[in-house]
């Protein structure tokens, strides 16, 4: 005699899904708001001023204004001198039958030299007069700003849990069976 043993194996089944894990982020920010340093600077500029008016006029040479005041002035003296000068002229040869002509040809001709006089000074006397005047300088300060405002940032978590089902899809079995011939127990 002999057996026959069928088995049949369990199975077991398992469904699962994964764990999530959602993330939201708001990232941090940083507003700042900077006004500019600003110096406003006003300069002005430093002078040196030289008067040499005396020492022109003391060689001689003088201001524009001075200098048309003299030229005028000299201008109406040497017209004068030269009417009294044409007087006398005329007068002279008014009278030339009266006196020798070669005393008068002699007055003509030594009459422009009698009266010049020549003065040399080329080194002044009188030193120049030399004022400095100082420059200034304005500085204006605006000092700047600088604002800042944080904003944090945040995660904001979700977890989504993971499922794990398990469940039997198989049943175990075993089957047991005689094969061959059959036992005779009453013999």
């Known amino acids: 005699m002999a057996l026959k043993i069928d088995q049949t194996w369990a199975q077991i089944g398992l469904k699962s899904s994964l764990p999530q894990l959602k993330l939201q982020i708001r990232e941090p920010q940083l507003k700042i708001k900077e006004t500019m340093v600003e110096v406003q600077i006003k300069q002005q ?13 003391e060689m001689g040479l003088r201001t524009p204004l001075a ?42 001709g030594s009459e422009p030299f009698a009266n010049q006089q020549f ?18 300088l304005q500085m204006n300060w605006q000092m700047g700003d600088l ?33 061959g011939q059959k036992v005779d127990i009453s013999s």
């Open 45 to 57: 500029d430093a002078s040196v001023q030289c008067d040499s008016t005396e020492c022109r006029a």
């Open 67 to 108: 200098f048309s005041r003299y030229l005028a002035q000299k201008g109406w003296q040497d017209s004068l001198a030269y009417i009294g000068q044409e007087a006398r002229t005329g007068d002279m040869m008014a009278r030339i039958d009266k006196h020798n002509i070669s005393s008068v040809m002699s007055y003509l």
């Open 119 to 136: 003065n040399f000074a080329r080194i002044p006397k009188s030193p120049v007069t030399v004022e400095v005047i100082p420059g200034e």
């Open 147 to 179: 604002q800042v405002q944080p904003r944090y940032g945040d995660v904001t978590t979700n977890l989504v849990r993971g499922d794990v089902n398990i469940f039997l899809r198989q049943q175990a079995s075993i089957d047991i069976e005689f094969v």
